[in-house]
């Protein structure tokens, strides 16, 4: 099993999205503490790790703990808004010190839109520069995208659009948005039902697999992702009986999650993907269980080409 773990490096953030997950505090890691749990990701036979913030390349220790990680064995991924490595000198500094892979989270390819999400005028023009850097230095390049209600309607075009500008983009990732932290509760005009990005979705994954990109969708019931089931996140980690550590740098600490079901209602209860579908998270507090409907389809197969791939 391919498990890969996470931690945060910092909560500085030079950008304010409305519906961050990990406001932003002054708070950094001490490299002692990053190597203590790189250590222990590489006792527990962890694949990689990804470095995340708040903005990790605002922590200046950065370049230290990509190649201790390396050093152990580990593969190294850093989740980043890209306004910073629109320098190609900082991106250099971190492909020197070893790092391969980068993810860059993209909400729009609107510009007006990116740039309320995010709190920053310039935002998608510094990602675009970034993301022309990576391609410079031919780094693995991922993008991060969260559904919300105003991208909710353009993830087709989100896609199609990075997918012309930059083909060397290798894969994507799209994250329904949670609804309980602190950003989300003082903007909650950013929560999209699931009718509302049904459609969009269906469009971008069905183009993707066409191009041969490849992505993985959490948390998006498998009603709403049908065709789709073999890419969630949660049905994945369900089938392979995966865990996932997080590690953050406020009072949560280290997570160890081993269960990646939410809430579940009576028509999931004759659904026959019920066992592989992780259900709705946050249901009836901000997602509705109205909005579900049973599958009656076969889950062998897709429990077979989850076995069967990375």
Do not use: W
Not at 274 to 283: D, K, S
């Amino acid at each position: 099993m391919a498990k890969i773990g996470y931690i945060q490096v910092t909560r500085r953030c030079n950008q304010k999205c409305r519906f961050c997950s990990n406001p932003e505090i002054e708070r950094d890691i001490s490299l002692k503490a990053a190597r203590e749990q790189i250590e222990e990701f590489h006792r527990l036979k962890y694949r990689g790790i990804i470095l995340t913030g708040g903005e990790p390349t605002l922590f200046d220790e950065l370049p230290e703990v990509i190649e201790f990680a390396l050093k152990k064995g580990l593969e190294v991924r850093i989740i980043t808004n890209g306004q910073r490595l629109s320098d190609f000198s900082l991106m250099k500094r971190y492909y020197d010190a070893g790092l391969r892979t980068i993810h860059f989270s993209v909400h729009s390819t609107r510009d007006k839109v990116q740039a309320f999400l995010t709190g920053n005028k310039d935002s998608l023009k510094n990602l675009f520069r970034s993301i022309t850097n990576a391609g410079r230095l031919r780094m693995d390049t991922m993008i991060n995208i969260v559904i919300n209600k105003y991208n909710s309607d353009h993830l087709d075009e989100i896609v199609i659009t990075l997918t012309k500008k930059f083909p060397f983009i290798r894969h994507f990732i799209f994250n329904n948005i949670d609804p309980t932290m602190n950003r989300v509760s003082e903007n909650p005009d950013t929560v999209a039902r699931l009718v509302d990005f049904e459609l969009s979705l269906h469009n971008a994954l069905g183009y993707l697999i066409k191009a041969g990109y490849s992505f993985r969708v959490e948390r998006v019931p498998l009603c709403y992702m049908v065709e789709f089931a073999e890419y969630s996140t949660e049905t994945r980690k369900i089938i392979k009986g995966e865990d996932r550590i997080v590690n953050f740098l406020d009072d949560k600490g280290k997570i160890v999650q081993e269960s990646f079901y939410h809430g579940k209602t009576d028509v999931c209860k004759v659904c026959t993907y019920n066992t592989i579908c992780a259900g709705l998270y946050e249901m009836d507090t901000y997602y509705s269980s109205k909005e579900l409907y049973p599958l009656f389809l076969d889950p062998r197969p897709v429990i077979r080409r989850v076995l069967k791939s990375d």
